[in-house]
């Protein structure tokens, strides 16, 4: 009875307030734009049953996504984004964890602080700083100018640029921290084994670290991608309006046009993108898992 | 171990230079003198007595704090209860689905669990502000406290639970006087984690919130659309210094626990 109840309160709770919700989105995904348009209260006659619902099937929404092409162009744009920035994290990243698993021991917990501590920091804030640094009299063109590197401010803030920067500073705590766990676990001797059988450290860098560390980079680069495709915050404030992303589209579906259907939509597709990635690293973790046993 | 090489030394000087850099430059900006915020114009801590008169800010601040406190005390409730299910549940009816549910809000874009739960709250008739951000917060950070806990009670000594279980404990005995204690940091940082991100979440509190309740995170995103301003600078200089505070100061305190946890394993077993 007692583990009944243990069972039933987070269950029932994840079941009222995560699932039943997606639900609702795919109801209102499926329900005329007309009739839903707010102040709408969305008519859930559950007595009714299945067949009311089906009989209510109206693809008209999903119809209209695939007609307007600001639809499918942010959809890629964001998948692209996303590809393109988690590359770049993953470069910026890579050295970054590999020196710190070669730090001297003492330093260790330290550097790995000195990684966590952004991560508690909010993450507006953090968009928010490279706003001053990025933009025309900002503190990146002010200084390039003082040095003599350029004679006229460079245009960063509200380009792709921007977005790329923001996304690799905020997401590089997730990239770091896989990683080092993995070139962390690395043994050593198999690095000087490489070496004694005739590998230039380069090669042994090539042929030993990079994969055994492979588990790391992977993990990582999912943890960056499947939440940079539907960013919204980042794209808002430093993307301008040339950068489309489908997390901003949806946000000004739902809070400008207040076209709920439509909005519902949006985030169904988003849905189906992301369920390949997050199967995927939901496969590679399980895979992980088994290995360490 | 070996020193640094120069290679490994420059990518840590420049990867560490590009995390900081950014947040140091905020802080010194935020005192100051000028509206300008990207010309020097002399020290200055008149932007924080502006924050401080600012009754939105305040009240915006009131607001979020209620938020975070309620939602990761529920939270961390909740994903204790669910990690202790799905580490020592055994099997039950629609176990996947569970775990499930517990993994994918971690990985789920917000602005899809920000606008599910509006329109799962408009569709119960419930009126939006404080108690439904609570709600819709307690949600998302219930996984997040029961992935960190759960991951303490995977690597708990079981037999010490079933010693006190022979030794004639009750179930819930023994968690309250063997498991609890064993597991509170991971408990600890559980609902220090789902506090931060309470107090962090913009977008989610923008779909779940109602006129009555703006969140800090609201009112700085809609400031900080117009441009850089130097109140926003002195109330992140607040907040990163808080967090600065509350993050060493949590783990110097677990640092603590570790050690004394150790010796006094040490010393039972010289006892034995």
Request: hydrophobic share 55%; glycine share 6%.
């Amino acid at each position: 009875m007692r583990r009944f109840v243990l069972i039933a309160i987070p269950y029932l709770w994840l079941l009222a307030l995560f699932l039943v919700p997606f639900f609702i989105v795919l109801k209102i995904s499926l329900s005329d734009a007309a009739i839903a348009r707010p102040p709408y209260i969305p008519q859930f006659d559950w007595a009714e049953g299945i067949w009311a619902f089906v009989r209510e099937l109206d693809f008209e929404n999903f119809i209209f996504l695939t007609e307007d092409a600001l639809y499918w162009k942010a959809y890629l744009s964001s998948v692209k984004i996303a590809l393109i920035s988690t590359a770049l994290t993953l470069l910026v990243g890579y050295p970054i964890a590999y020196g710190m698993a070669r730090a001297p021991e003492e330093w260790r917990p330290t550097l790995m602080m000195l990684v966590i501590l952004p991560f508690w920091t909010s993450f507006l804030i953090r968009v928010y700083a490279w706003m001053g640094i990025l933009s025309n009299e900002g503190y990146l063109n002010q200084f390039l100018m003082w040095t003599g590197i350029i004679s006229e401010p460079l245009i960063i803030l509200n380009t792709p640029a921007a977005v790329y920067i923001g996304i690799v500073y905020t997401y590089l705590p997730f990239m770091i921290l896989p990683i080092y766990a993995a070139l962390d676990r690395l043994d050593g001797s198999l690095i000087e084994a490489a070496e004694d059988l005739g590998c230039s450290r380069a090669q042994a860098f090539w042929l030993v670290t990079i994969p055994l560390s492979r588990p790391g980079i992977i993990a990582g680069c999912f943890l960056v991608m499947i939440p940079v495709i539907g960013e919204f915050v980042i794209p808002s404030l430093l993307g301008g309006s040339g950068t489309l992303m489908i997390g901003k589209v949806l946000w000004e579906e739902f809070f400008s046009n207040r076209d709920w259907p439509v909005a519902s939509a949006v985030a169904v597709v988003l849905l189906l993108i992301l369920v390949i990635p997050i199967v995927l690293f939901q496969r590679n973790q399980q895979k992980q898992a088994e290995a360490e046993q | 171990m070996n020193r640094l090489s120069w290679f490994n030394a420059v990518s840590l000087t420049l990867g560490f230079a590009f995390l900081y850099i950014p947040m140091v430059i905020l802080i010194i900006f935020s005192f100051n003198e000028s509206k300008l915020v990207t010309v020097w114009a002399g020290f200055s801590t008149k932007w924080y007595g502006e924050l401080i008169r600012n009754q939105a800010f305040l009240d915006a601040a009131w607001v979020t704090l209620r938020v975070a406190v309620f939602s990761s005390t529920l939270a961390t409730i909740l994903g204790t209860m669910a990690a202790y299910v799905l580490v020592r549940g055994g099997r039950f009816l629609g176990r996947t689905l569970f775990s499930g549910m517990i993994y994918a809000p971690l990985v789920m874009p917000e602005v899809i669990t920000g606008l599910s739960l509006l329109l799962l709250f408009i569709g119960v008739g419930l009126d939006r502000g404080v108690f439904t951000v609570v709600l819709a917060h307690t949600t998302f950070s219930m996984c997040y406290v029961s992935v960190v806990v759960s991951s303490r009670l995977i690597t708990f000594d079981r037999s010490l639970e079933e010693a006190a279980l022979d030794l004639g404990c009750s179930p819930a005995q023994a968690f309250r006087l063997v498991t609890l204690p064993i597991i509170a940091p991971a408990v600890i940082s559980g609902w220090l984690l789902a506090f931060t991100l309470s107090l962090d979440d913009l977008v989610i509190a923008s779909f779940t919130t109602g006129p009555s309740a703006t969140t800090l995170p609201i009112k700085i995103f809609s400031a900080v659309r117009l441009g850089v301003s130097p109140e926003i600078n002195a109330l992140s200089t607040l907040m990163i210094a808080l967090v600065t505070v509350g993050v060493i100061t949590a783990s110097l305190v677990t640092k603590r626990a570790m050690v004394r946890q150790k010796q006094e394993e040490q010393a039972a077993a010289r006892a034995a």
